[in-house]
Structures are given as C-alpha cells and as structure tokens.
C-alpha cells in the first residue's frame, strides 16, 4: 500500500492564481481531511470529508474548495491564492470508527 | 479560543533520560487523545492514544497519561533516544460529537541529545 499520497510535494503561486492540491488513498478509508499546519499553529482543519459525495467545513475553510467524487480522491482548491495561504498543507484518511488518522507527507506552497 | 494547548514549544533532553511532554485541555466534552510525531518534511505519524475511560496506556518506551480533573495528559518516553527528536502534537476527539474530528495542539519540538 502506498498510503496517502500528495502532489505536488513543492508549489509556487503569484497572487490571484488558482491551483488544484492532488491527495490520493489505497485504504479505502471513507474519511478524508486537509488540514494546514503554519509556524506556531499547530495543525488546523480545512475541510473534510465522511465519504464520496459529502464534504463539510472544517476549522479555517475560506478560500479553499473541495469535492470527493470517489472513495480514493479528495483534491483540495485555491480559488485565487493569497499570501495568507502560504503554508505546508497535510492530507489525512481514516476508517470510520477510528481516531487514528494517518498522513499524507505534505505539499508546501508559497504565494507570492 | 485554543482547546488543546501544549505549553511547551521546545524541550531538550539528554539520551538516556526521561522526555515528558504536557498537554492541557479545556473541553470537557473530549474524550480520546492522541500523541502523533512529526520529522522534518514528513507527514505526523500516529504515536499512541488513550481513551478517557483510562488513565494510563503505555507502548514500549511510550507512556500516556491521562488526568481526567485536571485536564492535563502527558506523554512520557523512556529512555529517550536521539531518534526521538521531533515535533509532536497532542490531539483530541469528542466521539460523541462531529465525525471524530481530531482537535490539535501546537507542537512540542523534542530534541534529544546524544
């Protein structure tokens, strides 16, 4: 199994522009989060997901889009990036009825 | 409002010796904990958890403890080892609420000298 999956591991933007973040799981695990992680925040939920077709809001959701069309994909969207975006952003799937999450290794992306 | 916090943003210790690592909580309504690690440039990796119906759960060298009054859980690694060094995040969960959702804390970056 490879686990989760992220791409890009590296991503620069300008301002404005708009980009796909690539998360991919071989657990068949039903569910599915991003999280941030920025210097002394800690881990903060984006949005997530509880199976193909339903995704809801997380901690810090603005400016950022989802969507879960299969068990194995959830991409995560910049709409327009700002500089606020500038973070590491961490993919994360589990079973149902488990705490335990496990992690994609992460995507850095910088917004200039 | 932080609902996890870990008070510590750094610890040093030397290999061999004790790390203990605190965690403070303070929604009454969590009740599982989790201690994940993180290296450098990697993904948090799952460490060890405890549910709120203990009050100690150890694996190996890891030891979690729970104090419930409190609101306080601690992680304990004995003897620490240079490959020990890393950042690690307490996390909680109220099972009886919003999917599981795990809520983090900041990070205690753990550096174990040889």
């Known amino acids: 199994n490879a686990g989760v999956t992220q791409t890009p591991k590296f991503q620069v933007l300008k301002t404005g522009q708009s980009m796909t973040l690539q998360c991919a799981q071989d657990?068949?695990?039903?569910?599915m989060s991003w999280y941030r992680q920025d210097p002394g925040m800690g881990l903060r939920l984006i949005h997530y997901s509880v199976g193909a077709g339903i995704t809801d809001q997380g901690e810090v959701p603005n400016g950022y889009n989802v969507s879960r069309s299969t068990t194995e994909d959830f991409p995560l969207r910049l709409l327009s990036a700002a500089p606020s975006q500038t973070s590491v952003y961490f993919c994360a799937s589990r079973q149902r009825e488990s705490y335990e999450q496990y992690f994609g290794p992460g995507t850095r992306l910088t917004v200039t | 409002d932080q609902q996890v916090k870990q008070n510590s943003p750094s610890l040093s210790v030397q290999e061999g010796r004790i790390s203990i690592l605190n965690c403070d909580y303070t929604n009454s309504m969590f009740d599982y904990f989790l201690w994940y690690k993180k290296y450098p440039a990697e993904g948090p990796t799952f460490l060890i958890s405890i549910s709120s119906i203990k009050d100690k759960n150890e694996d190996g060298r890891f030891t979690v403890f729970l104090n419930k009054s409190a609101k306080h859980l601690s992680l304990h690694i004995v003897p620490s080892q240079p490959g020990d060094s890393a950042v690690y995040f307490c996390?909680?969960?109220?099972?009886?609420?919003?999917?599981?959702?795990?809520?983090f804390g900041k990070g205690t970056l753990l550096t174990v000298n040889p």
């Open positions: 996390a909680a969960s109220n099972s009886g609420g919003s999917n599981y959702k795990l809520t």
């Open positions: 657990m068949n695990h039903e569910y």
